[in-house]
């Protein structure tokens, strides 16, 4: 492992930040998909700075410090609503620049495009993964430029 000093991402990841990507959303989809897609189409980016609110009250950090930073959208790829979330810009390792949430074939799949360390081989520091409803985390290896559209590309050479 590379020593703090050689890398921007090998910080302890921010709580709030890890477990709103990692713990909660991926939960909330492969437990609750059909109240979690109502809520994003009913009440979009405000369910999402609700939810991070709700998580930052469990890691005992002030949520509005960095929920303006959050942003939400519905996107399209070959008729499939893909739900994406922007995220605070990551400061660690493993913290996500996007997670996108979609169901294809009556499965949910949950996306996540993450920081990685400086000095990996990956051109522009990221990763592309995948959260599976039994609960294990799948890495793609090295993933898109961090812009959305880019991360959606992505995620369609995945389905």
Known sequence: ???ATESQAQDKP???H?????KA???LLFTRQEALFRAFENRGQSFVE???AEVAKTTGVDADSRNKELKYSKENISGINVYVIKLPP???????YYVALLEKDKK???F???LTYKGSSCADSTMLGEWLAEGRHRNYGCGPKPEKQELLKAIAGRL
């Open 1 to 3: 492992m590379l020593a």
């Open 14 to 16: 921010d709580d709030t």
């Open 18 to 22: 890890y477990i709103f990507a990692h």
């Open 25 to 27: 959303l991926p939960s």
């Open 50 to 52: 609700d939810l991070w």
């Open 90 to 96: 990551p400061k660690a390792m493993a913290e996500a």
């Open 108 to 110: 949910p799949r949950y």
């Open 112 to 114: 996540t495009l993450e």
